[in-house]
């Protein structure tokens, strides 16, 4: 039996509301803020994360980057430009780059990422990119566990309660991976995974509604969950090695922003693990709002404020 761990991703919920109440510029309950006036020139651009100011390091086919740009102002405000820069990459085809600045890699090899705002202001930011030619085993807890949690599956209200659904049970918000790894794969004659045809795995085809689900249509084809639960299946749904890193804290960056009304402002979360390593875990986590009146927060980490 697999030692039972608390999955470091149930903190994420609680860091998101924080990091709301921050980039708002607000404690909770306090009075709607005043425009901040005009913000003058943007006379420069900042593209991040960029730590040490080393870049970003992409080690696998699974690595990804919520990338962000700021603009400064000749008021001295800062302002996200994330959705309204343009990017590109030199050299082309190491990755890809889409536009709200989401980053997945293409092949091994460095290249530099350029973001273009409104009168040629620019940032640049150097990245490199191996392992995509390697198929590393996925590591269930760390990676497939956070799937269900991000998409409610293992909910109390959904497959996560005492009962299960429908003749299935996770544990509550993936507090016993080690569980749902023999619900999924051994109970049930092992019928919910299919490894010869991946895409026939009932876990695949009731979450993009190929087959009736009482909960809906969860995601879709060509998301990033779905190609990394058919690729665990394709594996053989490994659990994971006690070796593996486990991640041991996350943060938020920017990590605080005084917004506007009106304006946006884009979240990249960022998990450290055991072995000191940072991975890029905006699409995972849950992002929630304090004060939803003041503000929202989509899935992807988009904050608009009201």
């Known amino acids: 039996m697999h030692e039972r761990?608390?999955?470091?991703?149930?903190?994420?919920?609680?860091?998101?509301?924080l990091a709301m109440m921050a980039l708002a510029g607000l404690d909770a309950g306090a009075a709607p803020p005043k425009g901040l006036g005009d913000p003058?020139?943007?006379?420069?651009?900042?593209?991040?994360?960029?730590?040490?100011?080393?870049?970003?390091?992409?080690?696998?086919?699974?690595?990804?980057?919520?990338?962000?740009?700021t603009g400064i102002y000749s008021s001295g405000q800062l302002r996200d430009q994330t959705r309204t820069v343009q990017f590109t990459s030199e050299p082309a085809g190491i990755v890809q780059i889409d536009s709200t600045g989401y980053m997945t890699p293409?092949?091994?090899?460095?290249?530099?990422?350029?973001?273009?705002?409104s009168g040629n202001v620019a940032a640049e930011l150097p990245v490199e990119v191996t392992g995509v030619a390697v198929d590393v085993p996925i590591n269930f807890p760390n990676q497939i566990v956070p799937i269900f949690t991000k998409l409610n599956c293992n909910s109390g209200g959904c497959h996560g309660k005492a009962s299960g659904?429908?003749?299935f049970k996770l544990s509550l918000l993936g507090f016993y991976p080690d569980e749902d790894h023999e619900f999924l794969v051994k109970e049930g004659r092992g019928r919910r995974v299919f490894p010869p045809s991946p895409?026939?795995?009932?876990?695949?085809?009731?979450?993009?509604?190929?087959?009736?689900?009482?909960?809906?249509k969860?995601?879709?084809?060509?998301?990033?969950?779905?190609?990394?639960?058919?690729?665990?299946?394709?594996?053989?749904?490994?659990y994971g090695s006690e070796k593996d890193p486990v991640v041991v804290g996350i943060k938020c960056l920017p990590e605080g922003r005084v917004m506007d009304r009106g304006t946006d402002q884009q979240i990249t979360v960022m998990a450290t693990y055991s072995d000191g390593s940072t991975e890029d875990v905006t699409r995972m986590a849950l992002f929630e709002a304090n004060?939803?009146?003041?503000?929202e927060v989509n899935v992807t980490g988009l904050v608009k404020t009201h």
């Open 291 to 295: 004060d939803p009146e003041m503000a």
């Open 40 to 69: 003058g020139q943007l006379t420069q651009l900042r593209l991040e994360p960029n730590a040490d100011g080393k870049g970003v390091l992409l080690r696998s086919r699974d690595g990804r980057q919520q990338l962000f740009a």
């Open 165 to 167: 659904q429908n003749g």
């Open 5 to 17: 761990t608390l999955p470091s991703w149930r903190n994420a919920a609680g860091a998101m509301a």
């Open 218 to 238: 969860r995601m879709e084809v060509d998301s990033y969950e779905y190609r990394l639960i058919h690729r665990w299946i394709e594996q053989g749904m490994p």
């Open 106 to 117: 293409l092949k091994d090899g460095k290249t530099v990422v350029k973001a273009i705002a």
């Open 199 to 216: 895409g026939q795995s009932l876990l695949l085809t009731k979450p993009v509604g190929k087959s009736p689900h009482g909960g809906g």
